[in-house]
């Protein structure tokens, strides 16, 4: 099978990815009491810096603990800055080579009631959700660009402005948004949060050596979701979310990381499984679009259903129907320029090693039995439950206690 452009560098701002494969962000939920990283959460991600992907996006980190959808979601602060800047270092130690970036992340509505303030920028419905106004939203605004310093201070290499999954920035830019003021409504008016955001983290960060990229849902699945054209829209329109790609790269940002779906309402959509295996196409597809439109470096998602080839798709030879073949195809025909692996991640952090490598054997495939996504949901620490026998333990007690 052919390696070549999977192995191959590629350069994002002034910085270069040593190979094609990125970890997605995958949140665990193993911080401490105050959002600090513990031994867990090293552990973890040492083990992925060994795995030799040319990204690595760290997951999720809350700017709020105020607002957070994990009872223990990293955090992001002046406080849990020591942590994070001890987690870059050991991980550099383990292999100076991957770029590490930072998701940065308000959760809004996604927050968890049982622990935590739930906040929104329209009605849900609930009337205990409280609504922030146009000066809060500012406020939000500069603890995006204060998160983003701490991350250049403690040495990632940049910030992924999470935009994705119904969360906070995710729900801004939806159609459905459509709140009174100067950030609902219009286009305009819904990315203007973006766009005043983004130019105040450039001013923080400088253009040159820290990069930032935007991972954002192109189709929600929820009327008036982003990828619909009008707030009670429900069929996919990609007039918005490719609009919203122009100007990522107006702004300056460095990279576009595509993905889809909001996990809590329309899990489908952001991680294929066998019950709608053809979904992978639709992350293609995707990824596609919007290759044609901006210069971009595009990150694609949802490529860990596709494995060695065992999977539902529609395609008697494995070999024509697996990552492998799928990540060689989309990046030479200039479909994506990174693919980027979720649950693979956690199923094999040495995946892109060994992937690279020709070791397909070795790898240990993740069989998408959605087992780290129950322990997400329990709010229990989120590992593989099918390889990993802590995470397996970790099981068995969520399940009793359910
Ligand atoms: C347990 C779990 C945690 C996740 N955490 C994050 C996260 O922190 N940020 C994010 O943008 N996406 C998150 N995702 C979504 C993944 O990054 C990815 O988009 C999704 O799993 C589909 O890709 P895959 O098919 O390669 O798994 C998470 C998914 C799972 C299953
Ligand atoms: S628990 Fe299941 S879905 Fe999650 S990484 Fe492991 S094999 Fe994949």
Known sequence: MNLEILSSPIQIGNKTAANRIVIQPMECNDGDSGGNPTELTFKRYRNLAEGGAGIIIVESLTLSYESRARKNQLKISEETARGFERLVKEMREVNPKPLILFQINHSGRISGAAFSKVVSLYPTGDPDVHILTDKEIEEVGESFVKASLISKQVGADGIDFKHCHGYLCGEMIRPANTRP????????NRTRFFRETSEKIRKAVGKGNFLVGVRYSFYEGIPGGFGTSGPEEVEEDLFEPLRFARMIEEMGMDY??????????TPEIVRPTKNYPEGVYRHFGWTKVVKKLVGLPVIGSGYSYLRDGKNDLKEPDPTKKSFLCWAEKNLRNGYVDLAGIGRQSL????????????????????????GCSVLLRSQKEVGCTVYNEYYKEVLRQARKEA
């Open 181 to 188: 003021g100067p950030y609902g409504g219009s286009f305009e």
């Open 256 to 265: 576009i990381n595509v993905s889809a779906g909001i996990p809590a309402v």
């Open 347 to 370: 199923a094999d952090p040495h995946f892109a090693k060994k992937i690279l490598s020709g070791n397909m054997d070795q790898i240990h495939f993740c069989v998408a039995c959605g």
